[in-house]
């Protein structure tokens, strides 16, 4: 595996959703890079843009209102904003796949599960009915899907086998790089494990890079190397997972961790971070945060910090990282 | 331990695995001859067909062969239907008409099925502007009753049969479209639609192989609705005179010429017999295509 070198490459990426009423700031120049075999865990609340991020890459923004506004893609070096729909359709599923949150909506329901994967081989690869239909099957042993079972619908299937068949179809054409939507939302806790794992073991198996996106810092820390902390479009902390988890620095992140109930201590209420997310369509002028956050100053309602590097790879945006009181 | 339920459910198994082989139409139609009221439908349409391939097979007489000395014989057992006012046979007459009224209400069915589900589809995915476009003109011809419409077309174009299919098709279209357009709405934002869209899917494709197929339930029922709509418009058509012309057998038409008769109870068989088979011929129609759509759903399977 080429581990240095830079798959996916995010710059300054800009993402607008407009209606006649109000033009949401999504995806504010954010930033990111994904090497090879890598994988990035994109964490924020609900709203923060993490799916918006995501549909960008893919290109699926919801064509009439999502626009891409600034910015570039680069997978393997080549600029897909720019690529023409046919193009596009190349790449969507060869080179990038996706898994979408939730398996119940994710198949078609009047399709056999091995149908739809053949068809996915299909398209990206000259191969003829029965290999596709042979290569499909493979594909769902390897997830733990037994060949009899291959040629069923989705209703017939649990949650978590639905998860499974929609896992390999996303890697039956080996991409070079997944993105998992909150992969495990959608399942209870036993079955979290489980598919978790099976991601893993498989993307490790292929050396497919992931990009991850979650609320949950549990899945972040099972399951990434890098991690980007987004906030109203804007990554305010990025680094290694020992960088976020081990020296958190920028107050959100902090927050973040502090809404995890500890094991070992016995606590009552949960604490939350205060205030409402911030809105999209309305962002502050200063720092996005500076309304919930609890070391907020005079400065940061007015002064948008820039990223700064606190450590090698340690980027924070924050104006203490910027005074260097970090 | 060996039980006669245990025997049962290793047999269950084994019939299971054994379906696996069956391609998706076997599957469709093993469980449209599950559906009993469909399979009864599909009987009555054979026979149909039959009379419609093989009139010549079932009809002891020519559909014009005329006998000015056996008029207005009621039905007996050479004449199931009895004869009309000018002696001809009216089962012959009846099974001749099966071939034009079943072929008129398919071709227009299939025309507005092809041209309806085209528009409704393409207004349904592109949306905005076209979307208006194609459903304000649709609503245009909705505004006018759909049998005026085809009065007024049949009116303009003349009559025969290939006529009588336009006017037909014409009327059905904007209904068509509209439906179509309905059913790929409420599938159109599915999640599976956009994860068939991630996989690099073309519009094409998403529209035929996973679009479609998961709206099909209200497009069939409207198919098979609009054949028998088709047939009782041609019906109508040929009944005030616009659709095919004498002698040619058409139900309705042989219901222009009985239509003196109608106050005349001794010579009912002349009314009744072409209205009866119009009947059975839309009841069968919509009994299949009933069944259909429940076949066509692997969800509702047992």
């Keep these: ?326 | 331990m060996h039980t006669e339920a245990m025997e049962r459910l290793n047999k269950k198994k084994k019939n299971k695995s054994q379906d696996k082989a069956v391609g998706v139409w076997a599957e469709v139609a093993y469980r449209l001859s599950r559906n009993r009221a469909a399979v009864f439908g599909l009987v009555i349409i054979l026979i149909l067909v039959l009379f419609a391939l093989f009139p010549q097979a079932f009809a002891g007489y020519g559909y014009d062969d005329q006998d000015y000395s056996r008029i207005f014989i009621a039905p007996c057992a050479e004449h199931p239907m009895g004869t009309d006012d000018l002696g001809r046979d009216i089962f012959s007459r009846v099974v001749y008409g099966t071939r034009i009224s079943l072929s008129v209400g398919l071709i227009s069915m299939l025309c507005s099925l092809l041209l309806g589900g085209l528009l409704g589809s393409l207004s349904a995915v592109n949306g905005g502007v076209s979307d208006n476009v194609i459903m304000r003109i649709c609503d245009v011809f909705m505004s006018i009753p759909g049998t005026l419409l085809a009065i007024s077309i049949c009116a303009a174009l003349g009559t025969g049969m290939t006529n009588l299919i336009i006017a037909i098709t014409i009327a059905l279209v904007p209904s068509f479209s509209r439906t179509v357009r309905a059913a790929i709405l409420t599938v159109k934002d599915q999640e599976y639609i956009e994860a068939a869209r991630a996989i690099g899917a073309s519009k094409a494709r998403l529209i035929l192989r996973h679009m479609f197929p998961n709206a099909l339930g209200p497009i069939i029922v409207r198919a098979t609705l609009d054949v028998a709509g088709g047939i009782t418009t041609a019906a109508a058509l040929s009944f005030i005179g616009l659709g095919v012309a004498p002698p040619t057998p058409e139900w309705g038409c042989m219901l222009t010429q009985a239509k003196q008769y109608i106050t005349s109870l001794d010579k009912w068989y002349i009314v009744v017999f072409p209205g009866v088979m119009i009947m059975i011929t839309v009841f069968a129609l919509n009994l299949f295509g009933d069944g259909l759509r429940d076949a066509f759903d692997p969800r509702s399977k047992n």
Excluded: W
């Design chain 1, 1 to 326: 595996m080429d581990n240095n070198e830079v798959l996916l490459k995010v710059s300054n990426l800009v993402v607008h959703y407009e209606t006649h009423k109000a033009v949401v700031e999504a995806v504010n120049n954010v930033s990111f890079e994904i090497r090879g075999g890598e994988t990035l865990g994109l964490v924020g609340e609900t709203g923060a843009g993490k799916t918006t991020i995501a549909l960008a890459i893919m290109s699926l923004l919801p064509k009439n209102t999502g626009r891409i506004v600034q910015g570039s893609i680069e997978l393997g070096g080549r600029d897909i904003t720019s690529l023409s729909a046919r193009e596009m359709r190349a790449v969507r599923g060869r080179d990038v796949s996706m898994i979408f949150q939730d398996p119940m909506s994710a198949l078609n329901p009047v399709m056999r599960v091995d149908a739809q994967i053949a068809e996915l081989i299909r398209l990206h690869r000259h191969v003829s009915r029965l290999d596709a239909a042979r290569q499909a099957q493979e594909i769902l042993k390897k997830v733990g899907i037994q060949p009899e079972r291959a040629g069923e619908y989705p209703h017939q299937f649990s949650g978590g086998m639905k998860q499974r068949v929609v896992i390999a179809m996303a890697l039956a054409c080996s991409p070079k790089l997944l993105i998992a939507d909150e992969p495990t939302t959608a399942l209870d806790v036993t079955i979290q494990a489980q598919v978790l794992d099976l991601i893993r073991e498989l993307k490790d198996a292929s050396g497919t890079s992931m990009l991850l996106i979650t609320h949950d810092l549990g899945v972040v820390a099972e399951t990434c190397d890098r991690v980007a902390v987004i906030y109203a479009g804007e990554i305010v902390e990025y680094g290694t997972l020992e960088d976020i988890f081990d020296h958190a620095s920028h107050p959100y992140t902090k927050c973040l961790f502090a809404t995890i109930p500890s094991l070992d201590k016995d606590v009552e209420r949960l604490q939350p971070i205060t205030g409402p997310a911030v809105n999209s369509a309305d962002l502050p002028e200063g720092c996005s945060f500076c309304g919930r956050c609890p070391q907020a100053r005079e400065i940061c309602m007015t002064h948008d910090p820039s990223q700064v590097e606190v450590a090698p790879g340690h980027l924070v945006k924050c104006v203490l990282a910027e005074e260097g009181l970090l």
